[in-house]
């Protein structure tokens, strides 16, 4: 139980890497406030985290952002405290460079950039009185510059940014804010798998470790590591989950 007791609110966890570490943490004791827009798969995760421990649903799109300051003051009122944010939610739309519209950067800054940010400005004050954990997320389609990926990308590396800064000012307040970099099997990631199989086994090759991660198994269990005690001395790191994919320097 390494997180008995503890607070976490994860965005975009009624599903696929989120779902993932919503379970990791809840079997080990955290209360999970489950942030989503779909509330069919928010209902069953709320269900499943129940079985653990006491978890809350709020249906919610984090693109508004009056919503991401509600949610972590009724996390806060309802439970007295925060210790984790995981900042997971994520929409885009691929397309080349020269496609990419206005209304794609709008998406990908408006679900992944801007709740991040907001997410780790309305929890500051809390996450500085518990001395608390921020697990941001980024991706190899940043890291790297894949192509049909502008729009992604740079939202994702904006995110990047902005978890070193905060790292940086929030170091000596004790709050540790680290990123995940993965690559894993989720319900977006099967259908693309099933409409094309031989894209998906030349990705399969690409990979040194040959398979996809699980998301609770492979990605909730760092992030339950970043969550716990256990890394207390890390922060400002993108970890890389990604079966060897990308080897940062
Ligand atoms: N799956 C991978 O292999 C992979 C690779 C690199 C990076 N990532 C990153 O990991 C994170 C999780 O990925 P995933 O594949 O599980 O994503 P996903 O698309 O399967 O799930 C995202 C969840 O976020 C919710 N969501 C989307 N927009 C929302 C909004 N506006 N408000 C509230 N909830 C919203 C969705 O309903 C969904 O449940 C994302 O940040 C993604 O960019 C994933």
Do not use: C
């Amino acid at each position: 139980m390494r997180l008995k007791g503890k607070v976490a609110i994860i965005t975009g966890s009624a599903s696929g890497i989120g779902r993932g570490i919503a379970l990791a943490m809840a079997k080990e004791g955290a209360h999970i406030a489950i942030v989503d827009v779909n509330e069919q798969k928010g209902k069953e995760t709320l269900a499943e985290v129940n079985q653990y421990t006491e978890g809350s649903l709020f249906i919610r799109d984090i693109s508004v952002q009056e919503n991401v300051y509600e949610i972590v003051a009724e996390v806060t009122k309802t439970f007295g405290k925060l210790d984790i944010l995981v900042n997971n939610a994520h929409a885009s739309r691929q397309a080349s460079f020269v496609d990419t519209t206005q209304d794609l950067l709008d998406l990908s800054f408006g679900t992944g950039f801007y709740p991040t940010f907001h997410f780790m400005q309305a929890a500051y004050p809390e996450l500085k009185k518990s001395r608390g954990k921020v697990i941001n997320f980024a991706s190899g389609a940043g890291l790297e510059g894949q192509v049909t990926q502008t729009s992604y990308a740079a939202a994702k590396e904006a995110i990047r940014a902005i978890s070193r800064v905060a790292a940086n000012e929030w170091g000596p307040d004790g709050i540790n804010v680290n990123l995940i970099s993965p690559i894993a099997l989720t319900p977006g990631v099967e259908q693309w798998r099933d409409s094309a199989p031989d894209l998906y086994d030349a990705m399969i090759g690409r990979i040194p470790l040959r398979r996809l991660g699980d998301p609770e198994q492979d990605i909730g269990h760092v992030a339950l590591f970043l969550a716990s005690d256990d890394s207390n001395y890390i922060t400002g790191q993108t970890i890389m989950v990604d079966g060897g994919s990308i080897k940062l320097r």
